[in-house]
């Protein structure tokens, strides 16, 4: 009797995997369909939760992200990034989602005081931090591209619903600080648009949540333990619609003689910044706000971000310092835990 009871609990089993996995290749249910891709320069992971028609869903999502790296990226020789950076001053026609780009980045880089800066090109370009050729550039090559990095000089405008911009000649754009937020948002829109209402969009660890978790209630994020291989975590957000987006000089860097060199640029010294600290997250409804943030709050800085946040209070963000203090701001005390105890904990009051 017990046996038949057994096999009959292992049949049911059997038969309630395979329905898992036929529901999770629909993505129908509690399993999700997922894509996964290589895309700006990083892996893209789409996780869809149930929605028929799932497979589709996901193949035009990354026709978006291809189409839009495509105009953003200035490794593409084709792109509006390039076209713009080789004009030589001209008026150049662009697509409508490239000027929404520089309008918003243009907005960013005014709010914070240009340490998120669009027009950085020259001076990443001669770094080219990230690809086989990183190099340290000379103090005169740094200080001829500096002059070149006014980006508000950059000019946009419409005529006849066509798209045009110019930048200054010798100027050149690097969108690589905010493009990923940018393409999350637009991937949130079209998946919103399409009737998706539970998803994770994750650019290569810039996340974006569609609606809340198959559980009910927010979805949880782990926030990567700089230094620390990939899926350590130092802390927990929970989020619900919203962006969740980590910089920190350990994404990307090159090391010459025995120094380190990493890929977020402070515009004002055209160097990598020597920021104090070791990550920055923002938790943001608009994944382009979020993305452009974190890259701010590393140029400024331990002693310049926690300023910026007060005054600032709509900003929700996590700091790590190099000397291991997890700054946070009141906004996000509600939904962010700290798991590493090596870490101490600080909430940013305001006016202090
Ligand atoms: P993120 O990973 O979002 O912090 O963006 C870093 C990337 O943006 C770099 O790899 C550069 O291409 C570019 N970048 C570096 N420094 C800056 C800066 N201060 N403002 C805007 N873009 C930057
Ligand atoms: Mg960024």
New binding site residues.
């Given amino acids: 009797m017990k046996k038949r009871a057994f096999y009959a609990a292992a049949a049911a089993a059997a038969l309630f995997c395979l329905a898992a996995l036929f529901v999770s290749r629909s993505g129908v249910g509690a399993e999700p369909a997922v894509s996964e891709n290589f895309r700006l320069g990083t892996y893209v992971r789409l996780s869809l939760y149930d929605f028929r028609g799932a497979e589709r869903e996901l193949e035009k999502a990354d026709e978006l992200i291809k189409s839009l790296e495509n105009l953003f990226s200035v490794n593409i020789p084709t792109s509006d990034a390039v076209r713009l950076n080789a004009a030589g001053g001209a008026w150049t026609r662009i697509d409508a989602r490239t000027a929404e780009l520089l309008d918003m980045s243009l907005a960013l880089?005014e709010l914070t005081g240009g340490?998120?800066?669009?027009s950085?090109g020259g001076v990443?370009a001669l770094w080219r931090?990230?690809t086989p050729e990183a190099r340290v550039p000379s103090d005169g090559e740094i200080a001829e591209a500096l002059k070149y990095t006014d980006y508000s000089k950059i000019e946009l405008r419409v005529e006849n619903g066509a798209h045009f911009a110019r930048l200054p000649r010798g100027m050149r754009l690097?969108?690589?600080?905010?493009a990923?937020?940018y393409i999350a948002g637009a991937l949130k829109s079209q998946l919103a648009a399409d009737g998706v209402s539970r998803a994770i969009i994750d650019l290569g660890g810039?996340l974006d949540f569609v609606g809340d978790s198959p559980r009910g209630g927010p979805w949880r994020a782990g926030l990567q333990q700089p230094e620390r291989p990939r899926g350590e975590y130092f802390g927990i957000i929970e989020a619900e619609d919203t962006s969740v987006?980590t910089?920190?000089p350990y994404?990307?860097y090159f090391e010459k003689d025995g120094v380190r060199y990493h890929?977020?640029?402070?515009?004002a010294t055209g160097r990598p910044?020597r920021s104090g600290l070791a990550s920055v997250t923002v938790v943001d409804a608009d994944s382009a706000r979020a993305?452009?943030l974190?890259?701010?709050l590393?140029?400024m800085g331990s002693r310049r971000a926690p300023e910026f946040l007060r005054k600032h209070s709509y900003i929700k963000a996590v700091l790590v310092t190099d000397d291991k203090k997890a700054i946070i701001t009141p906004s996000v005390e509600k939904i962010f835990r700290l798991t590493d105890a090596s870490l101490s904990l600080f909430v940013l009051g305001e006016g202090e």
């Fill in positions: 880089a340490a998120f800066s669009p950085l990443t931090i990230g690097d969108l690589g600080a905010v990923k937020g810039n987006v910089s920190g994404e990307r890929h977020i640029i402070d515009p910044a993305d452009a974190c890259t701010a590393f140029v």
